[in-house]
């Protein structure tokens, strides 16, 4: 059986994660999708473990996992990629079973790979079906309705 990963912070979740979630499940037979969530964030990582369970109801190969951490002892982007990498993926050996695929958008999945001692497949299609900034989705909503799953839209219409 080949495992997948794919670590995110899904805030919000958008139809370029679910792009990247559609490409992992094609090559693997599992696929872990990590919510990384601290107490820092704009979104609780509860609401955004709910629209994953809720997006991907059905699809037994999907198993969403939140994972709280403390970003004093977890590094965000203000830390070299490289470096930062190194630290979750420590951290993620001890959290996770084995993992033989890590997909990612980005560049740090190149180095994910490296430090879980799997392969690691870099898929950019997500960004460039997505070219805002997550920042941007959360502020302004009602702009990115056609980016974003119908229980993030339903969100964004009982907070609004």
């Known amino acids: 059986?080949?495992?997948?990963?794919?670590?995110?912070?899904?805030?919000?979740?958008?139809?370029?994660?679910?792009?990247?979630?559609?490409?992992a499940l094609e090559h693997c037979d599992e696929l872990i999708v990590v919510i990384g969530a601290s107490d820092d964030e704009p979104i609780a990582g509860d609401v955004r473990l709910d629209w994953l369970e809720k997006t991907y109801a059905g699809y037994d190969k999907v198993k969403p996992i939140l994972l709280s951490y403390d970003e004093a002892m977890l590094p965000g982007a203000?830390?070299?990629?490289?470096?930062?990498?190194?630290?979750?993926?420590?951290?993620l050996k001890k959290k996770l079973p084995p993992i033989d695929v890590i997909f990612a958008s980005e560049a740090y999945g190149a180095y994910m790979?490296?430090?879980?001692?799997?392969?690691?497949v870099i898929y950019e299609e997500p960004c460039k079906i997505v070219p805002v900034p997550a920042a941007k989705l959360r502020e302004e909503p009602d702009l990115y309705l056609h980016l974003l799953p119908d229980v993030v839209k339903d969100y964004y219409k009982k907070s609004g």
């Open 1 to 23: 059986m080949k495992r997948g990963l794919i670590i995110g912070k899904f805030l919000p979740l958008h139809i370029g994660h679910m792009t990247l979630i559609s490409y």
């Open 78 to 91: 203000a830390d070299s990629i490289e470096n930062m990498s190194r630290l979750w993926a420590s951290y």
């Open 113 to 120: 790979g490296r430090f879980l001692d799997c392969e690691s």
